[in-house]
């Protein structure tokens, strides 16, 4: 009887195993893991701390007796794989509870090995109630650390996701949190001016959020607990830390075999999911993805691709050339709930876009997710990235309390096959008061883009109109009614409401700088065309206006 | 100065004004409309009679004062346009409070004259509270009428979007509503398994259904009011009725004028919006579509289209060649909430893809919506119909508790570029615990049909399954728990626990006709894999399982 061996028990690892049990069920298939745990939802750790999730047994898919009598698939925890024999087709293991070395054959071997949290080498950090949070049985003394009571404070060391999630899981539980992130905002895989947006809630919801600065080192008390993050501003008080700077792809066990990596140093698969040594395959997170805009190697260790990669490393493993099955590339969409904020991206950002050396044009649009006589309807902010030249779309950041998750994942569609912007305006997308808006913010944002383009507008980012505050010569017209106004304005703002623009400008010099502010762009729009109607050389407007600048207001 | 003239002032005629204005600044805009509300939210109006929206104001984009000072648009409110000149490129209207006949002339004309609800000469259709509802004044009518509190029983005619809506409604204001659909099924432009299930909802909220049957009769007390609708076998207590059997397009003006209509009895146009006569433009609910999938005309009046094509409309007016603006064709998408349960469709149900000549191969999936482990996740079910030669994807229906507007809107974005199911199975959506599963229902549902297509299960439907019920020649084996077994399952079936199948059936013929039944299918499938493997030739699973069977469980 042939061999089916996998290596690691997450979500590659078993759907793998169980995708390839379906196809070939006169093999054995064996899988080997390190850990205790298996089959468990990697993703959902951080509301398992917050206790969102009560137990851990809602994390775990499946156990291995399930999967012996499910599937008839030996799953066997608790043995590390230390070697991979090629020539001889064989794993040899190590079972961590007797130490014995113990050899398995292989037919087909797949790796799925996953990747581990990165730990810098700060000072001190080896210091009690230093975690990272990747593992269920991490997440298991994470949470009795938690239920003890005895952490009053806690510093979460990165601003991704994983780190936001804690951050707002443990102020959720009363826990006063700060987020330290290098980068000058968090989230560091989107774009600044969205993802302030987002740092703007966590500040509101109490966390204290440190960017552009390193941990430089933890202290601890006499008894070896963590006590204060250093960071070269700060000393932050820290009864528990959460380490969570980022993922490496576990890799050891691949290379000592010869197995080739990639530019991004996970393991190097063609579409097909195999390596470059016969009959052995990688899948998920140790393993190398395209980038489906870029065509170049890129890597995103994502649950979603994770059960993709498996799935066809299952399928290959005896399929014949017809129904092999491959997997072109992907987009690294994801998203990410905040407190009340959500936030999703989808392609390359602004300044990837650039870095790639395409002709880059973005916008910036709010919009309501849904009818806005509906109750219940919220904002949304969605960030367009095209290229000018061909109209094809790059990327998209969506952020607000309303749906994101929708827009991106019809954009992200959109993308794969090679939409043009103009494609996605004209998207037949369904429309009932309680769901959408009859102009869906995808369609709003795409036109808005479009007429950007087409120079029927000026736009100026949040960043840019920030950096013009200063500007003396840049005159701020908020064009809104004066009581919106006397809310909330950019400092510096003159306020001449949209309908006496004609009258109070009619005495300007027409080459003077004129940034045009409204709610969300639209109105600014209907100003801007009176202004260049009335001969005004150098009029913009606020993209997105006061509902997407993170900036300060007064 | 040149003039715009557009007929027609609730969504497209609006959109096209207010558009073209932006376009030409220089230019007169006007709009008549025949009404005295203008630019509102046609699909709000049974919301507005359930009172989820308390005031028509909500509902009322913008008033003719708006329109006026912050456009600098004239709509002319109780104008009915009545003949169109084209050769003078004038339009003649009659004021209706004056009764005078005024003369418009047009460099540009916009068609934006919508459609009417369709009313059936049924006898007594005469009678007093028998309404359509499609202006906010019919609404404001209705609204009356119930706060009077003198209705107590109410029948909706008709079972599609509007009329499903209205019942809901209707019934959360505390009057019992029958709904009579002439089809044997309501929604009607969904295939049968799938609108079952939200008749299903509707019967539990307490709605009564009557399908299959028309009304032939309306009954009137002696001041004229309705009392009973008559069916061929009910005589339905009704003190209000809502006749709700569809809607034909505005068209008598344009034919008076010599514009052509297209197949569907709407107005032909051109991608641009053009008709046969120069300089007029038809949009909106009163000109035709294309089926993006069939490339034949269609008529889909719905509001999400309207908007594109009086923004297209307006773009194109005076529009250079390479700057003009088109509409390739639509999908039909659509999505209704009906009490508890959300129903979405986009492209081609089954039998119309049948009659298309397509080979078609369909799947039913049910899925969470997002993470089994986050709390408030819910059930979906996805049909999705594809072309087996081509693998194709034609249209999708999903429906269920959970979030359906994501994946249908996805999936017809998908449509739109000519997607594989293959193309589906590999989409990267973006996954978060409180957004999507890891594998989004979408993928899932595609893998599963992949499967169907390469031999690897054989499914047969809910309503295959249902004829079966009564051949004693097929076994329906329920291979769930006992515990799960005796709670519901389909009439007649055993209960052979997935493990024990093996033993139980060792001495059944391999020739029975078996058709194995677990929750979604995803059990069964394995169960079919082990009976294959056993020799069985006829062993099917039944497609989507008990959640998506829509008829009676014991």
């Not at 698939?73 to 590390?80: F, G, M, S």
């Not at 990272?132 to 997440?139: D, I, K, N, P, Y």
Request: include cysteine.
């Amino acid at each position: 009887m042939k061999n089916i061996l996998v290596i690691g028990a997450v979500a590659a690892g078993t759907k793998a195993a169980s995708k390839a049990r379906r196809e070939n069920m006169d093999m054995n298939v064996t899988v080997l893991t390190r850990d205790e745990y298996i089959s468990y939802a990697g993703c959902g750790l951080p509301y398992y701390i917050g206790d969102v999730i009560k137990s851990k047994d809602e994390l775990l898919v499946k156990t291995p007796e399930a999967f012996k009598k499910e599937f008839d698939i030996d799953v066997l925890t608790h043995h590390e794989a230390i070697d991979i024999l090629p020539e001889a087709k064989k794993v040899v293991a190590k079972d961590l509870k007797t130490d014995k070395i113990k050899e398995f054959k292989y037919d087909k071997l797949i790796l799925a090995t996953g990747a581990s949290p990165f730990v810098p080498p700060i000072k001190g950090v080896e210091l009690n109630n230093i975690f990272t949070l990747r593992t269920v049985s991490e997440a298991i003394k994470i949470k009795q650390l938690i239920n003890t009571g005895k952490v009053k404070n806690a510093v979460v060391v990165g601003g991704g996701f994983i780190g936001l999630e804690v951050a707002e899981n443990l102020t959720e539980r009363g826990i006063k949190t700060a987020v330290v992130e290098l980068l000058d905002h968090v989230l560091p895989m989107y774009d600044k001016e969205m993802a302030l947006l987002v740092q703007n809630e966590l500040m509101e919801h109490g966390v204290d959020v440190i960017t552009g600065e390193a941990v430089e080192a933890f202290e601890g008390d006499s008894d070896g607990n963590v006590k204060y993050a250093v960071t070269p501003s700060k000393k932050i008080p820290a009864d528990m830390v959460i380490m969570s700077v980022g993922v490496r792809p576990n890799t050891e066990l691949a290379q000592k075999a010869g197995i080739e990596l990639g530019d991004t140093r996970a393991i190097k698969v063609n579409h097909n999911m195999e390596t470059n040594i016969e009959d052995i395959y990688a899948v998920g997170d140790c393993a190398e993805n395209i980038n489906l805009i870029t065509g170049k190697p890129a890597w995103f260790p994502m649950g979603s691709t994770s059960n993709k990669t498996g799935r066809i490393a299952a399928i290959n493993l005896f399929a014949e050339n017809a129904e092999r099955d491959e997997l072109r590339g992907v987009l690294g969409t994801n998203v990410v709930k905040v407190f009340n904020m959500n936030a999703a991206k989808t392609g390359l950002t602004e300044r990837e876009a650039v870095k790639e050396g395409f002709d880059v044009e973005t916008v910036i649009v709010p919009a309501d997710d849904r009818a806005h006589y509906y109750p219940g309807y919220k904002k949304i902010v969605t960030k367009l990235i095209a290229d000018r030249k061909s109209h094809k779309v790059l990327g998209a950041q969506i952020v607000g309390e309303g749906v994101v998750d929708k827009p991106i994942d019809i954009i992200a569609a959109a993308i794969t096959f090679g939409a043009r912007v103009d494609d996605l305006a004209k998207l037949d997308l369904a429309y009932a008061p309680p769901f959408s808006s009859a102009m869906s913010s995808t369609i709003t944002t795409a036109n808005v883009w479009l007429n950007k383009v087409a120079d029927k507008v000026k736009g100026i980012s949040p960043i840019e109109a920030h950096e013009k505050l200063s500007d003396k010569n840049v005159m701020f017209i908020d064009i809104r009614a004066e009581e919106e106004y006397m809310v909330k304005t950019i400092p510096g703002a003159v306020n001449i409401p949209k309908g006496r623009l004609k009258k109070e400008l009619k005495d300007t010099p027409k080459d003077r700088e004129i940034i045009l502010i409204c709610n969300v762009g639209k109105n600014a729009y209907l100003a801007y065309l009176t202004l260049k109607h009335m001969g005004f050389e150098k009029a913009a407007i606020l993209e997105g206006g006061i509902n997407a600048y993170p900036y300060e207001l007064q």
